[in-house]
């Protein structure tokens, strides 16, 4: 398994240009996780779903959306990008049930917006 | 409200000694917390869980404890090394949907 993949790796961006991170996963995990971390802090929750066509706001979805038409994919779309934006952002997959809640991570975009 | 907080934001240690790193937790009410741990420029890595019944756990040179009486969480690497260098993060299990919660985090920086 590959697990949870995240790209682009990388990307600089304009301001109030737009772009779409991809994120995957091939554990057929039903939850899945958008995340920032902006440097020497924790994680935020952007964006969750709990399954396919459904998603709901986390922490700070604001300049953000997301969308869920497959159990396997979660991309992050990012409108007018801002200065603030600029973070790592990390995809995250997780089972439902089976009492097991550990959220297991990809290696994370670096964006930087300038 | 609800938060997960970290003690100590840097600790450095000699190589083979051993680490604790400590996290303190607000919800009384939490059942299960998670240590993970975020090498630089990867992503969060699980390490050890624990859920509230229990008191202790070990893994391999790892263990954790939690004292539910004064909401207190710690991980113990043993004889650390320096491929334990890395910032190491306690989460706060908030179903129904898995989200977690995460602190700020502790870098552990291991001196050779």
């Given at each position: 398994n590959a697990g949870v993949?995240?790209?682009?790796?990388?990307?600089?961006?304009k301001i109030g240009q737009s772009m779409t991170l991809q994120c995957a996963q091939d554990m057929n995990h039903n939850y899945m996780y958008w995340y920032r971390q902006d440097p020497g802090m924790g994680l935020k929750?952007?964006?969750y779903s709990v399954g396919a066509g459904i998603t709901d706001k986390g922490e700070v979805p604001?300049?953000?959306?997301?969308?869920r038409s497959t159990t396997e994919d979660f991309p992050l779309r990012l409108e007018l990008a801002?200065?603030?934006q600029t973070s790592v952002y990390f995809?995250?997959?997780s089972y439902s049930g089976q009492g097991r809640y550990e959220q297991y991570f990809g290696p994370g975009t670096?964006?930087?917006?300038t | 409200g609800e938060s997960v907080g970290l003690h100590l934001p840097t600790l450095s240690v000699q190589e083979g000694d051993n680490s604790i790193i400590n996290c303190a937790y607000s919800n009384s009410a939490s059942d299960y917390f998670i240590w993970y741990k975020q090498e630089s420029g990867k992503g969060p890595q699980f390490i050890i869980d624990i859920r509230s019944n229990m008191d202790k756990r070990q893994g391999q040179r790892v263990t954790v404890l939690l004292n539910k009486t004064v909401k207190h969480l710690s991980l113990q690497i043993a004889a650390t090394q320096p491929g334990d260098s890395a910032v190491y993060f306690c989460?706060?299990?908030k179903g129904p949907t898995n989200k977690l919660i995460f602190g700020t985090g502790t870098l552990l920086a291991v001196q050779p």
């Open positions: 993949t995240q790209t682009p790796k990388f990307r600089i961006l929750l952007i964006y604001n300049g953000y959306n997301v969308s801002a200065p603030s995809c995250a997959s670096r964006l930087t917006v | 989460a706060e299990y």
